[in-house]
């Protein structure tokens, strides 16, 4: 079956790297996301790694994917308080329709 | 473009009553979807929409209907609420093309159903 975990909780000091981690199942995902939900606010995409790629790095943030291991991870260098927020990691199933099935989300809490 | 845009943003109901939350892109996507997130479990499929005209369920269709009749618009409604559906609701439409695929969230509707 289908399912994303991710631990439900990091907290860390301003300017420190955070790193959040997150497993699948679904071997044949194309596409495995990384989502930031800021409190009473919606979705946004923050970066996204296609399944062939190892490694993707966008600014502060660094996505690694294990496919072996069917992990993946995003690090945050220099970690702001303006971080703080639930991450959430998501993977692509393909069931006709390119369904995203969502990790239940890592509250990042940042503190000063 | 204004994205993907969600009404209301807040709603009680009471248990039994009906309503419909209204969700639309104007990007032009074919795909859209309804999730709903409850803590600790993270976003759910509702249902699904490959296009006007056609919609599916997802892992969690049971007192929701959904219509598709144009590619903007893609409405959710229950038809009699009950406490359990008490829920943030997000819409997405999602971009495909070339490497790439994106999902865009709506700002979500908050229901509570008493």
């Known amino acids: 079956g289908e399912d994303v975990e991710q631990s439900l909780f990091l907290s860390v000091r301003e300017g420190d790297s955070s790193v959040i981690n997150c497993t699948y199942t679904d071997s044949s995902s194309t596409y495995l996301y990384w989502y930031k939900q800021e409190p009473g606010a919606g979705l946004q995409l923050l970066t996204y790694?296609?399944?062939?790629?190892d490694m993707k790095q966008d600014q502060r943030l660094t996505v690694l994917l294990n496919k072996k291991d069917k992990h993946l991870s995003l690090r945050i260098a220099d970690t702001q308080t303006g971080d703080s927020a639930i991450y959430f990691c998501?993977?692509?199933?393909?069931?006709?329709?390119?369904?995203?099935?969502f990790g239940t989300g890592t509250r990042l809490l940042v503190s000063p | 473009n204004a994205g993907v845009t969600q009404t209301p943003k807040f709603q009680v109901l009471k248990t039994g009553q009906s309503m419909t939350l209204q969700c639309a892109q104007d990007m032009n996507h074919e795909y859209m979807s309804w999730y709903r997130q409850d803590p600790g479990m993270g976003l759910r499929l509702i249902h699904y929409?490959?296009?006007?005209?056609?919609?599916d369920q997802g892992e969690v269709p049971n007192g929701y209907n959904v219509s598709r009749s144009t590619t903007e618009d893609f409405p959710l409604r229950l038809l009699s609420a009950a406490p359990s559906q008490t829920s943030v609701y997000f819409c997405?439409?999602?971009?495909?093309?070339?490497?790439?695929?994106?999902?865009?969230f709506g700002p979500g509707t908050r229901l509570l159903v008493l």
């Open positions: 790694i296609f399944s062939n790629m």
């Open positions: 929409s490959v296009g006007a005209g056609i919609t």
């Open positions: 998501a993977e692509t199933v393909n069931t006709g329709f390119q369904k995203l099935v």
């Open positions: 997405a439409s999602t971009y495909s093309g070339g490497n790439q695929e994106t999902q865009y």
